[in-house]
């Protein structure tokens, strides 16, 4: 890897068109790099690209977090009293180094893509050949290495066929035409780049933390349970850990053996299936994640920024609106590795307690009948409180509503209020369950939906406090201040004036049905008496539609009632 | 105590007018109650009476959860085959016990205040004779039977003052005039009797729990500090849970004896400290329940129902809605309990842990420069992370951000895309430690506000999966639809029309400003021509200002258009 690193960092730096002198001149690539043409996170850009590229950054940051040699051209320098340093420039060195790698995509010259093509297999071979040549490492399990790579050698495998076809696309001539551009914005399948990128990314987070999980713990166990004997079983016996009837003598510990290994089995399985459930839960999440985007940012581009937000926001960029669109990929990554932590923590002790039910169930029958019999309240209690709730629901069905044909109205009120009165002492202990529910609902529900960042894990009227919502919103401002499809089309339409080549037909009918989209009808105004009553029901309806535009009406506009109807109204 | 009840039993049981022959007769009390006059939950009943009345019910309640005889009129229950049942029929018997104290009020009569008084002081005399004559016991600690009576007998010493006062102005003359009620209805202090007698029962709540808190745990941990002895000292010494300079030597540990008894003193300030700050804290939240009842209840009152709940409600009573409204109060009560405990648990631990650094500052700096050496990462790296942040913010102020007089527009987008790539490792990192924080804040705000029943532990979308939330909502509906001031207005208008013997002037003048809080300016229709175009302007304001009413609209009116003039339309 050394050499590797040697032979292709040089090239990495020479592709960004700067001076190679020394190590420490890759901090100059920092206020150098800008100089590169580089407008890949554009929407125009190639997706899948540059999502490969940022997957392939993720990965190594995830290798480089474990790693004792974060960098890969000094050897052994953790050991060196400079390790800690290393590691730190490690998090600005490998973004630099694969840096060419998306490069080559966005100057769209052959040349470039040639660059792509043979830096990308360069890549690709050099990883391959080093996990097949050496597939075992030391470090926590000898597999790990291997696996944890291999989301960036699908990534490079990515790239080296992704380079080719735009090689041979630039040299066929055929061009991504406007009409493209003008589908992808208006097609059912269209989600902004830095989403597709933080859920790429997120998604690799996610096989990364389970691969940990996984191979941090399942083969401890294993070796564990092969390597369980007589001797320590009669300690878990005599420790009252495992159940036994016969006397705890060494030769006779068969039976027992069995049980200990069998727990030991049964709790591996357990670890494996809370493991699966989560990363289907996360993934599940993260899936639905762009669903609520897609339907969000439709919802603003309308106006209705209420069905959004809670309260009225005004749509520009800000400070803090850039500073959230920047970091929004990295946390939506890193809320993802989190979230799958905190859930496998919980499901695991959950899986283990049902399935202690299931399978230890000797062990469990003891406990349980112990439990019964001493500190849970005894079956009369349940069933009182379970009677209450069953008598005061037909109470207030059959006795206390009146059920008129159009509307329900209240009645036997005496009987009502002495009800409410009695049945005070068992609603109070009713409210206590209630309360052990909302404590478990709230828990649960906020430990699987940590992961997603649309959500706030806050109450209403305080959501914005939590960070990763916070990021949310802000990272939406951006998005849809940068790229209303209005605003799009119009663009579009310039450049295909601009550009007179092409067959204009078919492209002006597909604009046209773009900006039909966000179109609004225009409203006759025939007869000048009623210009003034029109005016302000276009403006309330109007306002009714867009109520963020209440906000600032009276400072962007000098005479609401006249400047009314020039007021965007889409039709519902 | 078993006197008191054989006495004062069937005294209660021929206040409300039933045979008394048996114990188990008891049980016939629930379907007679019905008949004795029992309006004591509408709004015009002695507030504060029926807020005792629910104190010393839960306090009961309370008593009767930890006592081993839970029925006084049968003694040794608990030991006897049936004691469990004892336990359940005691649920019903407090409420049966104690219901003539609430009902000897709503009668209006001077012999129902009479029997008031006598029943009160009654009460008031055996419970005040029984603890001062007998103020120990031996259950959990000596004072806290009597601790425990305290909100008992305040609310009957409340009761005993009440119905004199309720029986001089039977004989004076002065009656409770309608203009009160209209003040009541309208005044700034108006809060429903429900959620008065709610917050008296969790207040009561609080103070139990934080007794029962206090004399579980302080006593323990003073005979613990009391008692320590060298020997123990040398044993914590060996496992090295007290650092120690000398040798374990018995008789050299005068130093180590006076640092185990300084940590468990400052355990016990750790302790009361945080409860304290729970005690405060929950009332807090209590209380601002009631600042946001009174907002809530008013947006409603003005139709903003999508102001209060983030989905359109119809507020008419529903099965749900009788359930939720009379158990409201319990579940109030029930997670005050709750959520004083949980807050109980996490602030000891912080406070422990904060104090930690401060009392034990020679355990604490051994563990703290162990951590710092060990797991902790290097500082550099956290330079490194706040480094970056700044750097963002500032970049994005001073370099993305193109800074009109009008709106900020984005600028720079090349070196923002650079910048962005490059500092995507370093912002995951910073989006874990953000996922940290999201996960503490929201642990503590849950924490802190589960005692709120108003507000919902979930997220907008499923705030109903919250049992509290989902009590509170229908409890609202049951409020609002029942208890309108203009409703409430026009009754009373219709009383007066009927009791004509009062100042009818000085009552109008407030029943009109009354109604004129809700009344709306109907615009002239002067022309013909200018009513459609006026119609729809009403409708979409009205619409505006009342989104709710877009549900029933089709429904309810045959021509919208025709009618929308006659719609409510509150002026803004």
Known sequence: PRLYHICMAPISVSTCHIPWDDLFALMLLIPSLPCSPANFLEEEGNRGLVAAVFGILFSSLCVL???TDPLPLITHSSQSTRGKYWKILALLYYPAFYYPLMACATVRHKASYLMGCLLSWCHCVVHIWQKVDCPQSPKIYRYYSTLSYIPIILCLVLLSLWYP????KSFTGQKETLDKEVTQIYGVTWIPLKLILSITTAMIAVYQVALLLLVAVIPTIQIIRAGMTKDIVVLLVQFGL???ESPAVPGDMEKELRTVKYYLWSLEVCYICSLVLCCLLTCTMLLRTLVMHRSNLKALYQGAVLDVFYKAHILRPSRQAIVCWMSFASFQTAFAC???LIQQVIFFICSVGFAGGFCCLEWCLMLGAFLLASSLPPRPFWLTLVVAVI???????YQFLEQHPLRKELTNRRALYIATYLLFPINV???VLAGLWRMLISGLYNSIHFCQLDISLLNRGVETFDPGYHTYCHYLKIEVSQSHPVMKAFCLLLLQLARPEGPS????????EGIQLMQHKQAPLSRARFKQSRARWW???TLLHNPSLTACRKTALCDPTANGTQLSTPEP
Do not use: F, K, T, W
């Open 65 to 67: 977090v474990l790693d």
């Open 165 to 168: 076809a735009l090689l041979i």
């Open 242 to 244: 495992v159940p036994s």
């Open 338 to 340: 989190l979230g799958l």
């Open 391 to 397: 008598v005061q629901n037909l109470a207030a069905h």
């Open 429 to 431: 202990l009713v409210g």
């Open 505 to 512: 037909g078919l492209r002006a009918s597909n604009v046209e």
């Open 539 to 541: 403006l309330a309806y």
